[in-house]
């Protein structure tokens, strides 16, 4: 198996429509997931830097789909987050606009992280989301986030609510994460060498 060096990347370009996505011939990995859900901080820790990939404690910080080219053999896309109560329903739109023209305009799109808190049920966009993925019969994986913040009691306790709120028919896997812990980082880029 091609292992990816993580030291490699670079930001490639932050899009906001189709037209500025970027030209290359590698698989892509999109993580996508509620406003403040931990996205950008999932790449920080899966790259193992600081921060790439701006983190804020304020949700709704990234606004553009932002494609990093890792060691030129995966591209990771980092996906405004959806969800956010905050935003006008203007603005709400435009993001959601961005984030289904990417999904379904993709042509190298391999799979999809769908980043859940692991405190919580999934909420309705999360529901809406899950749906989508099915619905264009993207494959993806489940990553529960701040896993650091809960008992594993209630972990698994939420991992069932979680399971029976879902639609996993395209899933490939569950995992547990934690950027704060750096837990399950391997076993996110196993699922990524794989694709490789
Ligand atoms: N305890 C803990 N906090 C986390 C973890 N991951 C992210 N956070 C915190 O959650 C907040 C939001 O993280 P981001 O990575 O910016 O979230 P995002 O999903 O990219 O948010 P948007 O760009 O707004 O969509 C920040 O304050 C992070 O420090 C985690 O695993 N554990
Ligand atoms: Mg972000």
Known sequence: MVKLNTNNVELMISAVSKKHYPKHNMPEVAMCGRSNVGKSSFINTILNR?????VSSKPGKTRTLNFFNVDNKVAL???????YAKLSKKEKEKLYD???????????????????????????????????????????????????KI??????????????????TY???????????????NKILDKINEII
Do not use: C, W
């Open 77 to 83: 896309v980092d996906v405004p987050g959806y969800g």
């Open 98 to 148: 961005m984030i289904v023209e990417y999904f379904v305009n993709s042509e190298k799109l391999s799979f999809v992280l769908h980043l859940i808190d692991s405190r919580h049920k999934p909420s309705e966009d999360d529901i809406m989301m899950n749906e989508f993925l099915n619905y264009y019969e993207i494959p993806f994986v489940i990553v529960l986030t701040k896993v650091d």
């Open 151 to 168: 008992s594993k009691n209630d972990l698994s306790k939420n991992q069932n609510k979680i399971k029976n709120s879902l639609d996993l």
């Open 171 to 185: 899933n490939i896997d569950i995992v547990p994460f934690s950027s704060v812990k750096k837990l399950n980082i």
């Open 50 to 54: 600081k921060n790439f990939a701006r």
